[in-house]
């Protein structure tokens, strides 16, 4: 009441000074209240009992607060805005009359997972390689990890989270030449999580949006996410949560019936070899041929899945009948399953249509 009391007759003070009335400046004890009428707090502290401190982003000396979740990070304007456009821009806005603040500083909340800011976080005050590229076998990254990495990177502009992705993905592909391939499943055993069968269709499927989103420069990279797209069960694909984008989707089904004709191709070559030949070896090699011919066609992968990549001689080398073949017939055969298979890798941009496919061996056509 009392205070009321004093506000009522300062307000009363302040109009009757703004009416242009001589003030009682000749009275110090009346002077008092007029100078502080009704202040309104150009700041507001604010706190909430479930909020937590950041364990390591939150610095005494920190001159701004985010408040992700539950989570606050006391850290510093200059370094926001040195590595992201976007914080450069939210700071640079004024504070407006009433402005929240933490211990003092202006709190910015944003609705990103805690976890993600950390990232963010890492990559300005630690520099990312210390969480992605050397990141210890118990900590592998998964794809739906390098997915989120790009899209908080993206949305902050923070260029070199988006760029550490991009490395990362060429080092999980290093597939410049055909000698270098791994199928999509050994690359993530080698470099990432190990992933199940069930989680193939959507670690292709996150890896080909994340390439079209943020990764334009790894879209060389795209013909080897799609040819592992063709090798998932057709049934598998269809009704999937995770799919490709529909029109990446549509050049995988009008690539299968390609890759299936390479790959008959391929297995064709014993025959085609028993019905060319006119030397010595005739009796000696006939029955080997059949029999390796016959096996491949049996085995149900090469049957079934548009797979010409494959490295089919290595699998009949390790057959028994593979050892009876004259030197003559093992280089011929070698040859041709060599050179198909290299076509096809030279072809793969052309089968899926992707123009910035490249490889070493592209000229050789
Ligand atoms: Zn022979």
């Known amino acids: 009441m009392a205070s009321g009391g004093v506000q009522t007759r300062a307000a009363k003070r302040l109009r009757t000074s703004e009416n242009g009335e001589k003030d009682s400046g000749d009275n110090p004890s009346l002077a008092i209240p007029v100078a502080v009428p009704l202040p309104i707090p150009a700041t507001r502290e604010v706190s909430h009992p479930q909020w937590r401190r950041d364990p390591q982003y939150y610095f005494e000396d920190g001159n701004v607060v985010i408040l992700a979740e539950i989570t606050i990070f006391r850290v510093h304007k200059g370094i926001l805005s040195l590595h992201s456009s976007v914080f450069k821009d939210m700071l640079s806005l004024p504070q407006p009359v009433g402005a929240e603040t933490v211990d003092g500083c202006p709190l910015i909340r944003i609705p990103d997972a805690a976890f993600r800011v950390q990232w963010l976080l890492d990559t300005m005050y630690r520099g990312s390689t210390t969480h992605l590229l050397h990141a210890t076998p118990s900590q592998r990254i998964t794809i739906q990890t390098l997915y989120h990495l790009s899209w908080i990177g993206d949305k902050y502009a923070v260029s070199p989270l988006v760029d550490y992705v991009h490395k990362y993905l060429l080092v999980l592909f290093h597939a410049e030449k055909l000698e270098q391939w791994e199928p999509f499943s050994r690359c993530m055993i080698q470099h990432a999580q190990i992933s ?106 090469m049957a079934t899945l548009p797979c010409p990549l494959e490295d089919l001689l290595q699998w009949c080398r390790q057959r028994k009948h593979w050892g009876n073949l004259c030197s003559s017939c093992t280089r011929t055969i070698e040859q041709e399953i060599s050179r198909l298979r290299q076509k096809t890798w030279n072809d793969l941009g052309k089968i899926f249509n992707i123009l910035e496919w490249r490889t070493g061996d592209v000229q050789q056509t």
């Open 196 to 301: 199940s069968k069930s989680n193939e269709l959507a670690d292709l499927s996150y890896t080909a949006r994340m390439i079209r989103k943020w990764h334009p420069r790894a879209a060389h990279l795209l013909p080897l996410i799609f040819y592992n797209y063709c090798q998932l069960p057709l049934n598998e694909v269809a009704g999937a949560p995770s799919q490709l984008p529909p029109e990446d989707m549509q050049r995988c089904l009008l690539a299968i019936p390609q890759l299936l004709t390479r790959k008959i191709e391929i297995c064709n070559v014993f025959t085609t070899l028993k019905t060319l030949r006119t030397t010595s070896c005739l009796s000696r090699c006939n029955s080997s041929l059949c029999q390796l011919s016959h096996s491949v066609m049996k085995r149900s992968s």
